[in-house]
């Protein structure tokens, strides 16, 4: 099982940068997909998590109403559209899910066993 997010960048503050989740050696289908990220110095956060079916998404408060979580089963991918970027969004984001079907999505998406190597978003003011 390996998940890879990709799509980082270096963008202006007000930018956007779409980042992907792709899998390989299994289906994302049935699967609660988080995006997370860490700050150097900090800790990990939850920025958001999608169910498998997309109808139900979470946010962070620091992010609502500027990133959008939105799957495409048939590419098995998921991508996490982030807009009105903020210097403080600067950090490695990383895509996750858990090892069974049975979790599901919960307030800061927690339940998640397989990471997925990061992919740097720095924003500059």
């Known amino acids: 099982v390996q998940l890879q997010a990709s799509g980082g960048g270096l963008v202006q503050a007000g930018g956007s940068l779409r980042l992907s989740c792709a899998a390989s050696g299994f289906t994302l289908d049935d699967y609660v997909i988080g995006w997370f990220r860490q700050a150097p110095g900090k800790e990990r956060e939850g920025v958001s998590c999608?169910?498998?079916?997309?109808?139900?998404?979470y946010y962070a408060d620091s992010v609502k109403g500027r990133f959008t979580v939105s799957r495409d089963n048939a590419k098995n991918t998921v991508y996490l559209q982030m807009n009105s970027l903020k210097p403080e969004d600067t950090a490695v984001y990383y895509c996750?899910?858990?090892?069974?079907?049975?979790?599901?999505?919960?307030?800061?998406?927690?339940?998640?066993?397989?990471w997925g190597k990061g992919t740097l978003v720095t924003v500059s003011s």
């Open positions: 999608i169910s498998s079916s997309g109808d139900n998404t």
């Open positions: 996750a899910a858990p090892d069974n079907t049975i979790v599901v999505l919960t307030p800061g998406c927690y339940g998640m066993d397989y």
